[in-house]
T-cell receptor
Framework: NAGVTQTPKFQVLKTGQSMTLQCAQD?????MYWYRQDPGMGLRLIYY???????DKGEVPNGYNVSRLNKREFSLRLESAAPSQTSVYFC???????????FGSGTRLTVV | KNEVEQSPQNLTAQEGEFITINCSYS?????LHWLQQHPGGGIVSLFM???GKKKHGRLIATINIQEKHSSLHITASHPRDSAVYIC??????????????FGKGTLLTVNP
């Protein structure tokens, strides 16, 4: 089925470890996004890529880096994980002209 | 004040009841989204509105652009409707970029 695929679904890291969250979409969307979701707060934008070859900071970029590998793939990297990065991470993609958004199933990350 | 406010935060209903969830926003928008998230689950787009009203099965979404307000209605509610419902608005963020700003969500529990 067409959509947004995120891996992994669950991950536990120790403080200071690094990891990359992978995201791929097969809907030929130009824009891709990484959000984090924390209890009591709305989803917050970490980074986004308006089109292949561009990336920009969102609302909460500190501690993260991203790579837009090609039109399909947009990865999020934690270089040195901290307990404050314990969260659920969602990747999404959108089409500029239809305004529609499609979300991945989420990655539940715990940093101990 | 948050750009997107939802009410109520929590809602408990009996099966069969008519449900209304409200969303108010303070910025100019190009579209408003209603999203659904089941516990521990991914985020699914229910509706995207830029004016008027949309209906899908037992779900109805309305928007009043002048009053900056939208409502999500569920008729004949069912326990499987139990989920978090999230309102999100798409607004211009500069250049050719747009951003999605999320409400904190409304947790709906429908009891049998």
């Amino acid at each position: 089925n067409a959509g947004v695929t995120q891996t992994p679904k669950f991950q536990v890291l120790k403080t200071g470890q690094s990891m990359t969250l992978q995201c791929a979409q097969d809907m030929n969307h130009n824009s891709m996004y990484w959000y984090r979701q924390d209890p009591g707060m709305g989803l917050r934008l970490i980074y986004y890529s308006a089109s292949e070859g561009t990336t920009d900071k969102g609302e909460v970029p500190n501690g993260y880096n991203v790579s837009r590998l090609n039109k399909r793939e947009f990865s999020l990297r934690l270089e040195s994980a901290a307990p404050s990065q314990t969260s659920v991470y969602f990747c999404a993609s959108s089409d500029l002209y239809s305004y529609g958004y499609t979300f991945g199933s989420g990655t539940r990350l715990t940093v101990v | 004040k948050n750009e997107v406010e939802q009410s109520p935060q929590n809602l408990t209903a009996q099966e069969g009841e008519f449900i209304t969830i409200n969303c108010s926003y303070s910025v100019g928008i190009s579209a408003l989204h209603w999203l659904q998230q089941h516990p521990g689950g991914g985020i699914v787009s229910l509706f995207m509105l830029s004016s008027g009203k949309k209906k899908h099965g037992r779900l109805i979404a309305t928007i009043n652009i002048q009053e900056k307000h939208s409502s999500l209605h569920i008729t004949a509610s069912h326990p499987r409707d139990s989920a978090v419902y999230i309102c999100a608005v798409r607004s211009w963020s500069g250049g050719s970029n747009y951003k999605l700003t999320f409400g904190k969500g409304t947790l709906l529990t429908v009891n049998p």
